[in-house]
């Protein structure tokens, strides 16, 4: 897009490969894509299909399955932990990937606090990163006072910057701004709609993480706009978009109707609109 480079996430829930995702994203117009990782998964080759697509790797989505472990894990959990995301680290290096996306905690109904032994921990991954010149960007998920925690611990540290979910604000952070808190150190998006929290008394669960495209929630874009343009971020806008509904939902049942052009080229048009609405 003129003067806004737009990225879209690869799922595992498209009838297409990896490979034949990424092809169609640049048929449709976006500039860069981001993919999860496990091991195994033939990063290298996504990397090299970018250089011929003349696209943007924009980053690699680290797994989080582990994430609680990093904080109250024993020592073999933590250890395992920790090892799973340094393997991240080499594959984005291997790869010429700049961002790992991690996040800061798993859990629900959880009163169980940050502790020094995950701080450390991370710091392990921390350290591991800037070997390689990799930015580690935490995202804000449940357990938001891990996500402060390790904000705080490594603000000082030009390797840590914050990913920041605009659907898990609305559905796991009852709506705060955490843009004001911590968009100086914003260096990567995930943009998707919601519809925020839907049980009465506030209980968060992960079922209401929809990930809808723009406009199909109730997201405000165009206070989302001035929120990114407030906090200075230039970088890559990510849209990170489900196909598939949760368990028992079926607010996006109508993206699996579609053909997977269709709803490609939707995501496309709609990542333009919020794109536009930017003062850059």
Known sequence: ?????????????????????????????????FTGWKPGEPVKEYAELANELGMIYQSI???????????????SLGKAAVEE?????????????????VHAFIGF???????EQGLERFGKVVDEAQKYSVKI???????????????EH???NDSVGFCWDSGHEMCYNYSKDLLALYGDKL?????NDNLGISDFGGRIYWTDDLHLLPFDGIADWDG????????????IMTFELNIRSKPDRHENDIYTKMTTEEYIAECYKRACRVAAKRRR
């Not at 003067?3 to 500039?31: A, H, N, V, Y």
């Open 224 to 235: 989302i706009a001035k929120r990114l343009d407030r906090c200075g971020f230039n970088g």
């Open 1 to 33: 897009m003129w003067k806004q480079k737009l990225c879209l996430s690869t799922t595992d829930d498209s009838p297409l490969s990896t490979k034949e995702q990424i092809m169609l994203f640049k048929k449709s117009g976006f500039e860069a894509f």
């Open 154 to 156: 490594f603000k000082d």
């Open 85 to 101: 995301l340094i393997d991240c680290v080499h594959a984005c290096a291997e790869c010429g990937v700049e961002i790992m996306i």
């Open 109 to 115: 109904d959880d009163d169980r606090k940050p502790t």
């Open 137 to 151: 960007a935490f995202e804000n998920t449940e357990g938001e006072e891990y996500l402060a925690a390790l904000l």
């Open 61 to 75: 989505h680290a797994p989080f399955g582990k994430a609680d472990d990093m904080w109250h894990g024993d020592d």
């Open 187 to 191: 260096i990567a998006t995930h943009l």
